[in-house]
């Protein structure tokens, strides 16, 4: 592509159309949501703190919560994943140990477990239910890219 096709589209006689953002393949846009990164652009700069997302990507504008209550399905992401990791832990806990089973010390894992993993799969939960949820709506006839107004891509060599 013509990185200076905007600067002067009179110059071979016909208007071009702005850059717009070349968008991802299906499992890059969940892969990112996955990596608590903007499902359309990759950007990583979307969060405040460790719980706070912004309300949409600074790049590329995408609005992260499409209506009030839409990240229900990030806590029934996250509550997923925290029960396939508790139970991973049992399983192997108890395939070590049987027959017999530590009760107390699989007891505490499990408290640990499912206390540590949905801390820190939150944000993960969010950028990946916005995922989801971009591709529902990239999916409908109406959607168009939004204008190239950087490339994320450049960011990733600061
Ligand atoms: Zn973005």
Redesign the pocket.
């Known amino acids: 592509m013509d990185p200076y096709g905007t600067l002067d589209p009179g110059a071979n006689g016909q208007e071009r159309p702005a850059p717009r953002l070349r968008e991802a393949g299906t499992l890059r846009v969940l892969f990112r949501g996955a990596r608590k ?7 990583r700069r ?1 969060f405040d703190g460790w719980f706070t997302l912004a309300p949409s ?6 609005r992260f919560e499409r209506e009030e209550g839409g990240f229900l399905g990030a806590m029934a992401v996250n509550y997923a994943v925290a029960i396939v990791f508790w139970l991973v832990v049992m399983a192997v806990g108890i395939a070590l140990t049987v027959p017999v089973v530590p009760v107390a010390p699989l007891l505490a894992a499990s408290i640990g477990v499912l206390t540590v993993v949905p801390v820190w799969f939150y944000p993960r939960s969010k950028t990946l239910w916005a995922a989801i949820e971009f591709l529902v709506v990239r999916s409908e006839p109406g959607y168009r890219s939004p204008p190239l107004v950087r490339d ?1 891509r450049t960011k990733d060599l600061e």
């Not at 990164?37 to 950007?43: A, K, L, N, S």
């Not at 990507?57 to 995408?62: A, V």
Request: proline residues 20%; hydrophobic residues 15%; glycine residues 6%.
């Open positions: 990164r903007c499902p359309r652009c990759g950007e979307i990507c600074p790049t590329c504008d995408l994320p």
